[in-house]
């Protein structure tokens, strides 16, 4: 039973998205991977003020009041999580950062104006060009303006796998005051690629949502079909993120480069509560002003859920079993937990403990002289260094550990750490004993195997053992100068492994001399099939060299712009040399030719 509930439930990340930010303001985001991360940071900022009992605008209002006019939201959240919802390779840094550094740069900006009944609206925008619009149009009714960045102060550590960051205040509002929301899984995002169709799905699933749940009270005629209200056109196409001097305004161009290709990304993804049957046009003349969408319920769907910082699909149905099964499993351990508990009583070793606790004159001489006078009891299985193995006390009142018997100087260590943590006495768990001896054969050894011809050496640090029954390995990867190298094996595979007490300088030196040209082979076998790119990156090169001389040209020489720019310069221009004296089949050593291809192999992989 305990190895069944060690599996972790499948998490829907999903959390209460203010309407306000679903339809229009932060859909102009450049890439889907920056309106991805947004919505991360907006859920674990939601988590966040859960942790800090602020549910309510009121609660937020008394920060707000007591000085705290630049409350912020801290974030921090494991990279491995990072990377699984925004669906890029951890090998591919360069992206989260350059996702993170664009959405940083990015200013949330916001325009109070005046209504014709005297009320106030307010205007949500991250685009310069409309908030200069909005202005120029409204003058005297402006009542406000106001700019804020998105997030304050990112910070990746891929040592520590953790990305660092403060939501700014104008964001918190949007997370704390959403009386008007939509409760989105953002796990869904993953399997959309488009910016588009991301938009295009938040948009529909709140209609969606709204619908069926006044069909599910019987506010309304239940039907197999869901109609959306109708759109105007120009309205629509700024919800998702279209600008407004955008060359496809025409509908013809919407519909075919827009439209088409975000429903159809919806219907195949197979991770959506609905399917877009049809979407239904309203003309004025001859020209399409407004658009509806017809959605159908899915009986059975794929729900994106993370499990142990992976991404996995589970049927909704599947899943509601799943938790169902958890809950009997919890309720039968607590059951188990209550017949096995022991009350003081009638359980001599729980009255020691609770004379350790509770008796402020109770001494060291005291227990051992009250253990002495036991026979035949059990104390505990979870000993520090004995943990699986049953200490105890035989029938002539000695120390034992798996019914054999201790020497004295181990006995009077024994007695003296129970003393020192009572909560050890009358404490039992179920030990999974085949994971209990491969951790006592690796712990604090070095683990040297083959994986994808190359060779590994991890200074085993610790063990866990995954949800599907596998062990995963924990520890500084040596070859590499890895810091905390995580890697995943089957039982039966770590128990033929036989490792060593140390690596030898020799040895890592021949495993590393043995990596190097491993990857320079297979570097050079890359090579040869994509050579008629290389003439391509070479200009790529070239070009980017040239640029970056012009800009030079106008940068003060004593900048750190000036300074940064030109040891670019410098490396481009080394990549080109070097690249042409190898095209030509030069010798450039192997340290140089090794470089040299890895650039090129990242620039045809992009």
Partial sequence: MKGLLRKKMPKIVEFNKENSLIFVVFNKLPSSTQRKLLDILLFFGKLHMQKMKIENPEEYAFLEKRNFTSFVIPLKINLDTLFAILGIQKNHKEQLVKAIDHLEEINYQRIDVLNGAGGVEAAHLIDNNEVQEILKKYGDKIKSWEKNRIIIEPKIDFNDDVFVCCLSPAITKFIIKNEKYTKINILVHTFLKSTYTINLYDILVAKFKAQKEMMDKGKITKNDLIQTAYFKLEELQDMLGLKKDHSWRPFKDFNKFILKPSVKEINESGVTEFEIVEVLRKKKGRK??????????????????????????????????????????????????????????NNPIIKLKENILHNKNYTFGDFVKDLRKLKNVEITNVFPGKKGRIVSINELGLLEVDNEEIDNIQANLIRRILFQNPDLLGKFEEIDEEFELLNSKLLNKVLVFKFKNYYYAIGVKKLEKTDDGRIK??????????????????????????PKEQLSTEDKDDYINYNNQMELSELEEFYEKNKDKFKEWLYYLEKESFDLSNELINIDESSKEFIEKAKRLETLDNYYIKGNELLNGENIGAVYEKMILKKFKEFVEK
Avoid: C, W
Wanted: no cysteine.
């Fill in 288 to 345: 399409i002003v407004e658009l509806a969408f017809l959605l159908k319920p899915k009986e059975s769907f794929n729900i994106p859920t993370l499990v142990n910082e992976q991404i996995i699909l589970t049927k909704e149905t599947e899943l509601i079993k799943l938790r169902e099964e958890m809950e009997k499993l919890k309720n039968m351990e607590q059951q188990e937990n209550e017949k096995k508990e022991f009350h003081t009583d």
């Fill in 473 to 498: 390995i924990i520890g500084d990867e040596l070859l590499r100068n890895m810091k905390d190298f995580e890697i995943v094996f089957n039982i039966e595979y770590l128990k033929e492994m036989h």
